[in-house]
C-alpha cells in the first residue's frame, strides 16, 4: 500500500499533512466489512498531503484484494482420527468416537463443493425455497443425510411453507416458535 500512497502524493500540505492518526482514521472506516484496521505503520518526511478520496479508494481496493484472497478455496483434505470413548479410569474403552462432518449450505454452488467433502449430513438453508428439492434428490443421491433449515420467521399465512417443508420429507431444522406450533396442530403423515 505504501507505493499507492507515495504515487497520489502532492507537495506538501497546506491544511492537513498526513499523520498517523489521520491515517488511522481514513483506512480503518471499514463499516460493512468483516475487517478491521489492526495498527498503522507510517515513514514520512516532511508534511505531504493526500487527498481524502486517494485514501477511500485505496482502502476499497485493499477491502477488494482481501475479499478475492479469501474467496480462493484451497482443497484441503479432512482425515478422521477415531479416539476411544471416555470411560472411567479403571475400565477399557467401550466403543470408538470419531468425529463426523456436517455442513450447512446456502447455494447450489456451496452444495457441489460441500458433495465433494462427503460429509455424514448436509442441512439445506436455502434463502429461496425454489431449487430446494432437486439439492436435496442430489444429497439423497450421494447418500449423504439430508435436512432443510426452515425460515427464521414465519408470518401467519405462511402455511404453504409449512407444506412446502413436510413434503420435502426430511429432517427439518426448526428454527421459529410460530413453526414449531404450526407443526404442532398438524397431523402426523403416513410414512412412504
Not at 500500500?1 to 506538501?12: C, L, N, R
Not at 505531504?48 to 484441503?76: H, K, T, Y
Amino acid at each position: 500500500m505504501a507505493s499507492s500512497i507515495a504515487a497520489g502524493m502532492h507537495a506538501a500540505a497546506r491544511h492537513r499533512p498526513i499523520d498517523e492518526d489521520y491515517l488511522r482514521q481514513q483506512l480503518g472506516r471499514l463499516g460493512n466489512t468483516p475487517y478491521e484496521l489492526a495498527e498503522v505503520e507510517l515513514e514520512i518526511a516532511g508534511a505531504p498531503f493526500a487527498p481524502s478520496s486517494m485514501l477511500n479508494q485505496l482502502r476499497r481496493d485493499a477491502v477488494e484484494q482481501l475479499q478475492i484472497a479469501q474467496g480462493r478455496w484451497d482443497r484441503r483434505s479432512v482425515s478422521v482420527v477415531c479416539q476411544p470413548a471416555a470411560t472411567e479410569e479403571d475400565r477399557p474403552p467401550k466403543a470408538m468416537v470419531c468425529p463426523t462432518l456436517h455442513l450447512l449450505v446456502r447455494t447450489p454452488e456451496q452444495l457441489d463443493a460441500a458433495l465433494e467433502l462427503g460429509p455424514s449430513s448436509l442441512t439445506l438453508d436455502y434463502l429461496d425455497l425454489y431449487g430446494l428439492r432437486p439439492s436435496i434428490d442430489r444429497v439423497r443421491d450421494s447418500g449423504i443425510a439430508v435436512r432443510v433449515a426452515s425460515p427464521r420467521v414465519l408470518k401467519p399465512g405462511e402455511e404453504k411453507i409449512v407444506d412446502f417443508l413436510l413434503g420435502c420429507d426430511c429432517a427439518i431444522l426448526v428454527r421459529s416458535a410460530g413453526l414449531v406450533e404450526a407443526l404442532r396442530h398438524r397431523e402426523p403423515r403416513a410414512a412412504r
